[in-house]
C-alpha cells in the first residue's frame, strides 16, 4: 500500500494505493465554518435528503436507480456544519459512480415539490428521537460545555420541528453554495486508475469555484457541574452521560497521555477498563459503560462522555460506583503495569485496523480533515508508545476531578430523581 498526499490551493487529496483492489471507496469533507443557530441546525438536518432528491436530468428515483444499477453508494452525512460525501463501488464500475457524483455535485436540483416529503420525513424522525434517550443524555452533554452559537450545541426537538417548517430550496441552495465553496478534504483507498479518476473529479470541479473563507465561532464553556434529567417513561433503564470539559486540542502536549487515562477508565468498546471491570464485571449494575474523549480537533477543544445505562432503582447505586472509580483514578492514578498494559491493547486495536482497508481510509481521513500529514499521522500514532506514567498520571490529576463533571439522563427518572439529585449534590 502507497500513502501519498496532495495539498492544492482548494482542495486536498490524501490517497492509499492498493493494487488491484476490487473496491474503490472515496471520501469528500467540506466544513461549512457557520456560527450555530436554530435555523442552521434545521438546515443541516435536511441537507442530505435534499441532495439526493434529483440532479441534473434525474429525479429522485432515477437518481437512487441509476447508483443501484452498478452497485454502488452514494451517501450523504451531515454534522457539526461539516458535510461528508462517501462514494464506494466495485472498482470496474467506479468510473461510472464518479460521473454520478459529479452531476450530483454540480446540479443538485433542491425541486420544491420534493420539500413536503422531505419536511415530512424529517419531522418523523424528529418526533420518533423524542425516545430517543441515548441521543437526548449525549446532546445535553455537550450544552453544558459549548454555548448556543458553537456548532456542537444542540436545540431541542420541539424548536426544531418548529423550524423545519420555515426550511425551503433557498436554504439549501445557500448551503450547497457555501460547499462548493469551501476548501475540500478529500480521501480515497484503490488502484491507481481510481485515484486518478477521483483526483480529475475533484479538480474539474474546485477549479471553477471561488474560495470564500468565514470565521465560525467556538464556544467553549468552564466546568460548571450540572445535572439535567428527562423523564421518558417509556424507556425501560436511564441512559445517563457523564463527562467534563476537556480545555484542550488534540495537539496539546496532555492530549495523548489524557486518551490513555480515560482508555484505562473506561476502554471503548472493550471490557478491559476499570469501569466495565467494577460496575458491569464486579457489581452487576450495567451491561456496558465506556468513557472516551469527544469533540477535540486541531482547533476546538473537546470533552469527556462517559456512556452508560442503569435501571432506574440500580441508578443511584450505579452512580456512586461510577463516581467511586473516578475518584480513585483522580487521586490515585495508574500503575506502571497497568499502562503498559493500556499500550499494548491500543497498539494492538491499530495493529488490526491495518488490516481493514475500510478502517485504514476511515483514519486515515478522520486524520486528514485535522490537517495532518501522513508523516504527522505515523508520528501522532507512534508517539503513545512513549508517553510516561508521569504524563498520564498528571494529565489524570489536572482534568478528570470528579467534582467537575455533569451528569445529564434520560429514561424513567420521576420516581428516582430527588434521590440522585440529593447524591449529585453531595459530590460537589
Not at 2 to 17: E, G, I, R, T
Not at 21 to 31: E, G, P, Q, V
Not at 234 to 247: C, E, K, M, V
Not at 366 to 380: D, M, P, R, W
Request: aromatic letters at 8%.
Amino acid at each position: 500500500m502507497n500513502y501519498k498526499l496532495d495539498k492544492k490551493d482548494k482542495y486536498s487529496l490524501a490517497s492509499l494505493q492498493i493494487s488491484g483492489s476490487k473496491l474503490t471507496t472515496a471520501y469528500i469533507s467540506a466544513d461549512l465554518q457557520l456560527t450555530n443557530n436554530l435555523t442552521e441546525q434545521a438546515t443541516g438536518i435536511m441537507f442530505a435528503e435534499a441532495m439526493l432528491s434529483g440532479a441534473g436530468k434525474f429525479d429522485r428515483e432515477e437518481l437512487i436507480n441509476q447508483i443501484r444499477k452498478i452497485g454502488a453508494s452514494l451517501n450523504i452525512s451531515v454534522g457539526d456544519n461539516q458535510i461528508t460525501l462517501k462514494l464506494q463501488a466495485r472498482t470496474e464500475n467506479f468510473s461510472k459512480l464518479v460521473k454520478i457524483a459529479k452531476t450530483l455535485i454540480n446540479e443538485p436540483d433542491f425541486e420544491s415539490k420534493e420539500l413536503n416529503r422531505i419536511y415530512l420525513k424529517t419531522r418523523n424522525e424528529l418526533v420518533e428521537s423524542k425516545e430517543d434517550s441515548r441521543s437526548f443524555a449525549d446532546d445535553e452533554l455537550r450544552n453544558c460545555f459549548y454555548g448556543k452559537k458553537d456548532r456542537k450545541y444542540s436545540f431541542s426537538i420541539d424548536d426544531l420541528l418548529e423550524e423545519i417548517q420555515l426550511i425551503n430550496s433557498k436554504h439549501f441552495k445557500i448551503w450547497h453554495n457555501r460547499f462548493l465553496s469551501k476548501t475540500w478534504t478529500c480521501s480515497i483507498a484503490g488502484p491507481k486508475d481510481s485515484i486518478e479518476t477521483f483526483a480529475t473529479l475533484i479538480d474539474g470541479i474546485k477549479k471553477t469555484t471561488k474560495l470564500v473563507d468565514t470565521e465560525y465561532l467556538h464556544d467553549p464553556r468552564p466546568a460548571k457541574p450540572k445535572l439535567f434529567l428527562k423523564d421518558i417513561p417509556s424507556r425501560q433503564n436511564i441512559d445517563f452521560a457523564i463527562g467534563t470539559p476537556l480545555p484542550i486540542t488534540i495537539h496539546h502536549p496532555d492530549y495523548l497521555p489524557l486518551v490513555l487515562g480515560v482508555a484505562i477508565l473506561g476502554n471503548w468498546g472493550g471490557f478491559a477498563g476499570r469501569l466495565m471491570s467494577t460496575v458491569r464485571e464486579k457489581e452487576g449494575l450495567t451491561y456496558t459503560i465506556y468513557a472516551r474523549i469527544e469533540g477535540a480537533t486541531d482547533k476546538e477543544e473537546g470533552y469527556l462522555r462517559i456512556l452508560t445505562f442503569f435501571a432506574p432503582d440500580k441508578s443511584t447505586e450505579a452512580l456512586k460506583s461510577t463516581y467511586r472509580e473516578i475518584s480513585l483514578l483522580h487521586k490515585k492514578g495508574v500503575e506502571k503495569d497497568e499502562l503498559a498494559h493500556f499500550k499494548n491493547i491500543l497498539n494492538t486495536r491499530n495493529t488490526l485496523r491495518q488490516d481493514s482497508t475500510a478502517g485504514l481510509l476511515a483514519e486515515l481521513h478522520t486524520y486528514h480533515k485535522l490537517g495532518f500529514s501522513i508523516k504527522e499521522v505515523l508520528a501522532h500514532k507512534a508517539k503513545l508508545k512513549t508517553i510516561t506514567l508521569e504524563a498520564v498520571n498528571q494529565a489524570i490529576t489536572k482534568y478528570l476531578d470528579p467534582k467537575n463533571m455533569s451528569v445529564t439522563g434520560a429514561g424513567p427518572v420521576k420516581g428516582v430523581k430527588k434521590e440522585i439529585d440529593k447524591f449529585f449534590k453531595s459530590v460537589q
